[in-house]
């Protein structure tokens, strides 16, 4: 069968541009073919083009368009799922019009579909307490629950992404003093992150347990399925909210209602601001680029912002001493409880 202009442009541009070129990360690569999938399910689905049929003449502003809405209606997706999507599209046809000028108009149309503005959403995380209540519910009699304490805990530990958690190997650790991981973050950037005691004492029994410390299994995944295989992002969220809905019947105020792996690290680093540990040092062990981004955390901590501003305070209101006082007002106080009448 012959190769269609659109899939041979397709394959060089993953192979030869991202790759070759850019250098891209395998978590990019990953999520740019998923991007890619969804799109000819929609046009096989929506637009009756087959995959096998489909070439460079099917595109235009208008079917980037429907496809962007289909995320949103069909497949539930939010506003950050949509613009990641058409982040992808958009580096595809970017590389398109240096590919195939004589169509250079139609992939500048498509370029300038606008990414649709997020709603900044409140850091979604657990106490100190929530964490221990979760982490309680995980049994320790068999040697999968044994594994998803492990798991839990070190990404909890760590506040690694999950994705940064599914790609660990017994190579990743270091297990001599001190005793820290390995994580491989976004654009293949590398940090080292300190193990406490506890968490390093865990995992030497998980990995004894399963022959991870074995020199010969160094490579293997450090959290496998029943197959052996890499553990997925919806394995881990599916594991860790077996264990949420239980800590939920036991104490709903203490667990959310929908909690995920992000939910973790997000509470990793409240509890690190909560204890007094500095912007900067918590920016290096999740990893991000900008303090910037760090900042959503001090943002959110109402709790150590009241605690500041009390710290902080100075009176300067005037001392007018009882008289003329609400609470000596006899006719306001009865106006107050009749407000609740």
């Known amino acids: ?128 307490d929530a964490v221990k209540l979760l982490l309680e519910q995980i049994p320790t009699g068999n040697r999968i629950g044994r594994r998803n304490l492990a798991l839990i805990a070190l990404m909890y530990d760590s506040g690694a992404r999950v994705q940064e958690i599914i790609d660990l190997s017994p190579s990743s650790l270091r297990m001599d003093k001190p005793c820290c991981i390995t994580l491989h973050g976004k654009g293949n950037k590398k940090r080292i992150v300190p193990l406490q005691n506890e968490q390093v004492a865990l995992l030497l029994d998980y990995m004894k347990e399963n022959s991870l410390d074995n020199p010969a299994n160094n490579q293997r995944p450090l959290f496998a399925n029943n197959h052996g295989g890499r553990l997925t992002n919806a394995g881990i969220t599916y594991i860790l909210n077996i264990y949420a809905d239980i800590a939920r019947k036991l104490k709903p105020d203490l667990i959310p209602d929908k909690i995920s792996p992000h939910t973790l690290r997000h509470s990793y680093a409240m509890h690190l601001l909560q204890a007094g540990v500095n912007l900067v040092y918590i920016r290096d062990i999740l990893g991000h680029v900008s303090i910037q981004t760090t900042e959503i955390y001090a943002r959110a901590d109402s709790k150590q912002k009241r605690e500041a501003l009390e710290a902080a305070y100075i009176n300067v209101i005037p001392n007018l001493g009882t008289e003329g006082s609400w609470e000596k007002d006899s006719q306001l106080k009865i106006w107050l409880k009749n407000l609740t009448k």
Do not use: P
């Open 1 to 128: 069968m012959e190769t269609t202009d659109f899939a041979k442009y397709l394959s060089r541009f993953f192979s030869d541009y991202l790759v070759g070129e850019r250098g891209a990360s395998t978590n990019t690569i990953r999520s740019y073919s998923n991007t890619f999938t969804h799109l000819l399910t929609f046009l096989d689905e929506n637009e009756h083009i087959k995959a096998d049929a489909l070439l460079l003449d099917h595109f235009d502003r208008n079917v980037i368009l429907r496809f962007l809405d289909w995320l949103q209606t069909s497949r539930q997706c939010g506003n950050a799922t949509r613009n990641q999507r058409l982040a992808a599209l958009h580096s595809f046809f970017r590389y398109m019009q240096y590919e195939d000028v004589k169509r250079i108009g139609r992939w500048q149309e498509i370029l300038s579909i606008k990414v649709k503005r997020q709603e900044k959403r409140s850091v979604n995380y657990l106490t100190v």
